[in-house]
């Protein structure tokens, strides 16, 4: 298993003071903070692979808080948001949870309510971060199946035995046993229980 | 208004039916004298002085039985010698003028109502921008001080102080808040509604609202809409306050007039030159006629 590197929080607030009272406190509490003025000074600065997740204001001038999670999630990148607002009303925060945001706080928040949101926001992350990993390595470990072997695996995922197999690809008993145990070496799976769970994972119909 | 002649001399009197007065003076065909006897022993205090009395109102009755309000003016009439004649004058009927005083008054209720709301909702805005800008660095405060407790080891007591010392600054800041939003929700209740508003149906209101108002003063109110007049976003509470107001004022001013001649134009437009939205007044004269008139722009979109 990979570790990974330190935690980091985004802040994004357009008010200066706001922001960098912001970053201390979140310093305060351990955690490496980088800070931005606007979504779009966000989205232009490159982030570093590790776990994160985003303090972000709604209303700024320019891209709102709002318009940068929408912007996020069209363009495939996934980072827990916690939203923070001078005042908040029911359409904007149920706009802001149902797509996703991990917390909606208002200003001013109490420290352990930002805190708490920004460790829960992390651990999600990084377990999100964790699957990506994972669902990335077996797709590589799929890809160096032959296509003999995943014909094969297509059917042991459906629990036919070697037997049935080998009629089906009109081929020899021993060849199919042959390539089983290929498959299950290649895709690190200890039993035919874990190979159907990795094709679940990848996709793959077990019909 | 059906102005009748006045029959004749001081016995004579005038009311809806004036022939069937003649002979009979005004107090004995009034049917309001004891209630409104000071209104009366003034009126025949000036009577007996021989002065002249202008638009002297009383109530008496129809031929039908129903109350009538007679408004009546008198000029004394001498001789060659200087010696008192009687009186001549004019009365007329202005029953259906005091009925409009109520509707008018409901007119008055309406625009005080609406001028309220333009400046409850002033204050709403005003509010809700006062309370962003004061809640941004109460949250820094406590940011900052929560920061601090953060970082602040245990230790001895001078060092428990200073934890206090941020602890108050935190509930303190916190309570400044509660209060910016507490009064902020309660402004909130009375923000403008902008929508989708067209400008005919704003003046239609208004006109609608201006009628009893303009029929009394005698002043003619004439619209023109355009077709391409497209539908605007506003509040149209405040637009129709907007307009009214104009609508008063251009009456107000035209009071001076003469009956004659008081011409009050709204019309809406699109201008595609002037990408303001505007609206002015203005005052066009002609001779014997004078008028108000207000263009309403609208910018192109």
Known sequence: ?207 | MPAQPYTNMERGTSGSDPAGRIGVTRWDCAVDVEEERDKWSAHVATSEAHQPFRGFVYRSTGADGSAVYISTSGKPVFDADGRFLGYRGVSSDVTAVLRAEPVEKALQTAQAELAHVTRVTTLGEVTASFAHELNQPLAAIVNNANACLGVLPRGPREQNDVRDALADIVSDAERASAIIQRVRSLAERSSSDKAPVRLGDVIGQVVALARTESAARGVVIRTEVAADVPVVLGDPVQLQQVLLNLVVNGMDAMGIMDGQGRLLEIRARLDTHDRNRAVSSRRSTRRSRTAWAWDWRSAAP
Do not use: W
Not at chain 1, 9 to 21: A, E, G
Not at chain 1, 138 to 148: K, V
């Open chain 1, 1 to 207: 298993m990979v570790t990974d590197a330190a935690p980091i929080v985004f802040v994004v607030d357009d008010d200066p003071s706001v922001r960098s009272s912001t970053e201390r406190l979140v310093r305060s509490a351990g955690f490496e903070v980088k800070t931005f003025g606007s979504a779009a000074e966000f989205l232009e600065t490159p982030r570093p692979e590790a776990p994160a997740c985003l303090v972000l204001v709604i209303r700024m001038p320019g891209r709102s808080g709002l318009d940068l999670q929408h912007e996020l999630a069209g363009s495939g990148i996934q980072i827990p948001i916690i939203f923070v607002t001078g005042h908040a009303n029911i359409p904007m925060t149920v706009r802001a949870m149902k797509a996703g945001a991990v917390e909606f706080l208002t200003k001013p928040y109490r420290r352990n309510d930002l805190l708490q949101a920004i460790r829960t926001a992390i651990d999600r992350d990084r377990d999100a971060r964790q699957e990506r990993r994972e669902a990335l390595e077996l797709r590589q470990r799929y890809e160096r199946l032959t296509p003999r072997e995943r014909d094969v695996m297509a059917l042991v995922i459906t629990g036919m035995l070697n037997k049935q197999i080998a009629g089906e690809l009109a081929t020899a008993e021993r060849t199919v046993k042959f390539h089983r145990a290929h498959i299950m070496q290649k895709m690190k799976a200890e039993s035919v229980a874990e190979l159907v769970r990795m094709a679940g994972q990848l996709g793959l119909t077990t019909a």
